[in-house]
């Protein structure tokens, strides 16, 4: 027998990982609630979500029970040429929680697959009209995914170098990340916005759109804006006639506090990408919603105006059940969504004057602040590693982007699960 065939041999090759030199990864038994239970009997409070993808807690029985029923009545099925009642219901669905005026739902399967979606509609609405603007504008430190195009819009990192030459071009912009206390940000807003306004001026032609993650850079670093920002942008947006694109695959469905981060900045991007708690964690699926503007630029006579892409399991019913259970619950979690900035707030007051901690950020159900080191801070940094293993000795699932530790829990976490894990953050950092 080959070794690759043999009983012992590990064939997984995991994300992100070096595998010659990272730990064994850690079997999960099960998972209840905002807990995981390992192989010998260790429990952790997922304090991430599972990266960032449950919001209801673990296993829960709703949305379980919507996808095996679910599944005994149709559990997929081609979507060209055909629809069904899951993908409609959970559009409209989406529809009755987003802004008004969103109108048309595309499905695809990720987060990365969204983005694809919406850079491929900004660049095919241009051209439906007879127009070469393809670039587009992107933020310093801002990730969209891992497939190609989304990697192009994305910062460049140790995730990209050696893609680098297949990237397309784009022009990057200052994000103005903020933080509690922060005197300068009108200040940097300012600049930001005028080095969006000199790209503008100098190629009024060039660019399909802009695309940005709203209120929160997620694994840039946890970087937040203020809604302030986000409204001038618009004004930007709108008089250079750009198309505005929020990647609001990690920002939506509750994670900023309101239920999406558009609505929260009071802004009316022309497409939003949703995806990571669109199942409440339970199945891959996404969502690249848009307005009347893009949709009517395809909607034609002419077939070569069509917008040609696909994915074999669109819509997935089973998916889409699993959404409208999530949006359910939704509802039903509304008030914990809400009210987890005031409790995050209350407990990163301690944080204040902590000699290891700057930059402290809060934004709905997110909560960061960056470890001072002596390396640069980023995802690359040391420190996150060491933190990430005092946090799992405690019982913890936390996982530091860099020296950024950032909390993110399922919104049915109690006050004295997240009081736990602050308490045990105290400790880590004092004696780090
Ligand atoms: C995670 C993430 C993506 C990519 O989603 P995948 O499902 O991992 O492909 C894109 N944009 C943002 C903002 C994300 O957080």
Redesign the pocket.
Known sequence: MNEHKSRDYYPLWHPDTQMKTAPVPQKVISANGVELELEHGKKLIDMVSSW?VNLHGHSHPVIAKAIYEQAMNLEQVIFADFTHDPAEKLANGLLDVLPDHFSRVFYSD????A?EVALKMAIQYWRNQGEDRSAFLCFENA????TFG?MSVGARSVFTDPFVKFLFDIEYVPFPGTFLGDDSIVEREAQSLQVIEGQLKNNPSKFAGIIL?PLIQ??GGMNMCRPEYLQKLEELAHKYDLVVIY?E??TGFGRTGDWFACEKAKTEPDII?L??GITGGFL?L?ATVCNERIYNAFYDNDPYKAFYHGHSYMANPLGCAAGIASLDLMHNNEPKFRNMESLHTKYLAEFDDHPKVKDIRVCGTVAALTVKSTEETGYMNHIGKKIKYKFYEAGYLVRPLGNVIYFLPPYIITEDQLAGAYHTMKEILDNI
Not at 110 to 113: E, M, P, Q, R, Y
Not at 143 to 146: A, C, F, R, S, V
């Open positions: 960032w990720d987060g990365s697959t983005v990730y969209h995914g891992d989304s993650e997620g694994a990647d695959v990690m990408c995806s990571k891959p996404s």
